[in-house]
């Protein structure tokens, strides 16, 4: 693998936690931003396990889409046939888990079945390709790692968020914005902070 | 024919996700605890916590690794008790219906208001404010924080005073921990005396607050042949495992605040 690779894959990466993030610039996955970033630990195990299925769904369609749907010229069927992979994918992954590591089992439980209609996760797979569409450099190692990028690039968002959303718990907050709307509010300051990483990857990777 | 081939695709990779996942299921199986199975199927599945475990399941779990005793299931009662007794292998667990008493007879005959409370109808929020508005610190608000606790419909609010159907409550604690004056506690149903008041006031503060509380003059402490009650800062105080149910301190007391459970 030659320096330029290596150079554009973090640029990816980069891209993908920073100016990309599914959350805080695309708006995906925005269900568990505002559902599961209450406490620290379960935003954390939330993310780790969005970042999982992120990754192993990418590494998944991303062949049946360039070797058996596109072939036939059925790129139409991507959003039914990736919905069905990610969710029997995210079973299998919830099987293995509950048998070779169970405390991780227990920590992720609830949320690995939530996962399997996270937009976030449906959004990076189906994404990838329109990148590989528009750039014939962008194959199967760089969505590896734009999807693991979005997967840190969540988690990063659900930190964040957990720890702004921690520190509200302690304000005195005006009666009618208790509750979600502040929460929301938040969330679009978090947001519009990611805003100003604009820019800054693309010098990185020139 | 164009339809055939998306069909077919798509049929095939479902197919697939569905073999796979059926493979692993089998291959990958967790076996499940047998015992704490047959546990969880016999306990009421009501999830409420009385045993100290996180529901049914936690309970289940715990008796079927020997943590926890068969009969802390106070909703299920005896015949539950003995049922997991049979399947831990344990024989059969004796275990005395218990239900929740309200320790006050406050109502609005015998209580005044010191104040005109206007604020939310609950007693928490109530008590909050200077204790509430009853005459009494000790005293029931009667604005039904127990009633709304209770999920088997056994507390009515009567006259201003939390009343207690002895049959229908499973003594699953909700209401003792919802009362914010701590008048409610969990006793075993059978013949005995319960004195209906928890006031800790002076004779002459109790009478003043109060037609019928406790003033803890000692009648029924001398009477009792059992020597099952005993009076503490100023209130009469049962041992339910000492009371005979003979109902002589009942008569004994001037108050009257003293009665009788059947069983």
Known sequence: MDAQTIRSLVAIFLAAILTENYVLNKFLGICPFLGVSKKLDTAFGMSCAVTVVMVIATAVTWPIYMYILAPQGLEYLQTLVFILVIAALVQLLETVLRKYMPPLYNSLGIYLPLITTNCAVLGVTMLVLEKGAADPSFGYLQSLVNAFGSGVGFLVAMLLFAGVRERLEDCDIPETFRGLPITLVAASLVAVSFLGFNGVVDRLAA | ?263
Not at chain 2, 108 to 126: F, H, Q, R, V
Not at chain 2, 170 to 191: E, M, Q, R, S
């Open chain 2, 1 to 263: 024919m164009e339809i055939v081939t998306p069909i077919m695709i798509v049929g095939v990779i479902g197919l697939l996700a569905g073999v796979v996942l059926a493979v692993a299921s089998i291959v990958m199986a967790v076996p499940k605890d047998e015992k704490a199975e047959a546990l969880e199927a016999v306990l009421p599945g009501a999830n409420c916590g009385a045993c100290g475990y996180s529901g049914c399941p936690g309970y289940a779990a715990a008796m079927a690794k020997g943590e926890a005793a068969p009969g802390l299931c106070s909703p299920g009662g005896a015949d539950v008790a003995a049922k997991c007794g049979e399947i831990l292998g344990s024989g059969a667990v004796e275990m005395e219906r218990r239900a929740a008493f309200v320790h006050c007879m406050g109502s609005a005959d015998n209580t005044t208001e010191k104040m005109e409370y206007d604020g939310l109808e609950s007693c928490t929020a109530a008590s909050l404010l200077n204790g509430g508005a009853s005459s009494c610190r000790f005293g029931c608000l009667g604005l039904g924080d127990c009633l709304a606790a209770c999920g088997y419909g056994a507390i009515a609010l009567c006259n201003g005073v939390a009343v207690i159907d002895p049959d229908k409550c499973v003594a699953c604690g909700k209401c003792t921990a919802a009362c914010p004056k701590g008048l409610i506690h969990l006793a075993p149903v059978k013949a005995m005396a319960v004195v209906r008041c928890s006031s800790c006031d002076k004779g002459k503060a109790t009478m003043q607050a109060c037609k019928v509380g406790c003033i803890g003059c000692m009648k029924c402490q001398k009477t009792c042949e059992a020597g099952a009650i005993t009076v503490k800062n100023g209130l009469a105080v049962v041992d339910p495992a000492k009371c005979t149910g003979c109902g002589k301190c009942a008569e004994a007391c001037p108050r009257h605040v003293i009665t009788m459970e059947r069983a």
